[in-house]
């Protein structure tokens, strides 16, 4: 019932920008954070960002710090990241992710999350 959806990924070239989004549905009031996640070349999710919905603070991952920003919809529950000065190394497949509890500030750790969208892929190639 609880889902997560991407959208708006694509091919760019280096230094140009892209935003995306993740919808959800079924969290309603157990939404307590959002965060993107991303898997490049190699096997593990890495940390991107993560917004802490009740507070609506951002956390960002130092590889994206002043280049990507996280916002929010809070009526429809979506999430948007909006990425600058795309680099090659920026190319993996961005997933959404989401967790109904509250467990401190812990942001970067993928375990720490419940739900999964399907991940929207992005290239930054010339």
């Known amino acids: 019932q609880v889902q997560l959806v991407e959208s708006g990924g694509g091919v760019v070239q280096p230094g140009e920008s892209l935003n995306i989004s993740c919808a959800a549905t079924?969290?309603?009031?157990?939404?307590?954070?959002m965060a993107w996640f991303r898997q490049g070349s190699g096997n593990e999710r890495e940390f991107v960002g993560a917004m802490d919905w009740i507070r609506g603070k951002t956390h960002y991952d130092d590889s994206v710090k002043g280049r990507f920003t996280i916002s929010r919809d809070n009526a429809k529950t979506t999430m948007f990241l909006q990425m600058s000065n795309l680099k090659p190394d920026d190319t993996a497949v961005y997933y959404c992710?989401?967790?109904?509890?509250?467990?401190?500030?812990?942001?970067?750790?993928?375990?720490?999350?419940?739900?999964w969208g399907q991940g929207t892929q992005i290239t930054v190639s010339f």
């Open positions: 992710a989401a967790r109904t509890y509250y467990s401190g500030d812990y942001y970067a750790s993928s375990k720490d999350y419940s739900y």
């Open positions: 079924g969290l309603a009031d157990r939404t307590y954070v």
